[in-house]
């Protein structure tokens, strides 16, 4: 990987440096052991606007393939590579875990995305209440990450990728987790920055949080 613009060969993804769905892609990507050309973007740029229509990050260009919507670009990758599979081979489980990315989506990270917009744009009063809810909410479904390894799940998979980017920054968000009340869900944490897919997956704007006291 490099953060060079060069001739487009194999796939070259366009990541923001410090944003957890750009975080994803860069996950999955480790996990899956696939090369590609990292462009960080810190802002929307000609080149990503001429890529998609939306000018959004990230996204991903792979011979004729245009993608820049992080679920479908996490969906392709699973598709085209087959190893270190995110999602499970039978429709009914693929379902259950698609609906869980769902509800992530619905309950979690929108609740994310008020509190990681840059200071200047930041509704100091959205913030307290995003930040109430999304606590609340993880402390009360904390338990639920004692069943299995992995979220709902024996494997790493694709929910791990969505959810592990977000984790690791709560810290950024002025959430801390109670220990007493949260050891599933910080031993879940612990689990997946150990990674080494995940290490490797860290921009260097991320890897200053490579201090984070989220699991210490």
Partial sequence: MNNELAPQQGIVLYSHPDDH????????????????????????????ADLNPYNQLPTLVER????????VILEYLDER?????????????RAEQRQYAWRIEQDWMKLADILLRHPDTLDEKAAREARHSLSQSLVSLSPLFSHFPFFMSEQFGYNDCILAPLLWRLPQMQIHLPSAHCKPLLAYCKRLFERPAFIASLTESERHKQQNPLYR
Avoid: C, G
């Fill in 64 to 71: 004729q393939v245009r993608l820049y919507e992080s679920h």
């Fill in 81 to 93: 590579y087959r190893q270190a599979k995110l999602l499970p081979d039978t429709p009914n489980l």
């Fill in 21 to 48: 769905y750009s975080h994803r892609i860069r996950l999955a990507l480790a996990e899956k052991n696939v090369k590609y050309q990292l462009v960080l973007v810190d802002e929307f740029s000609e080149d990503v």
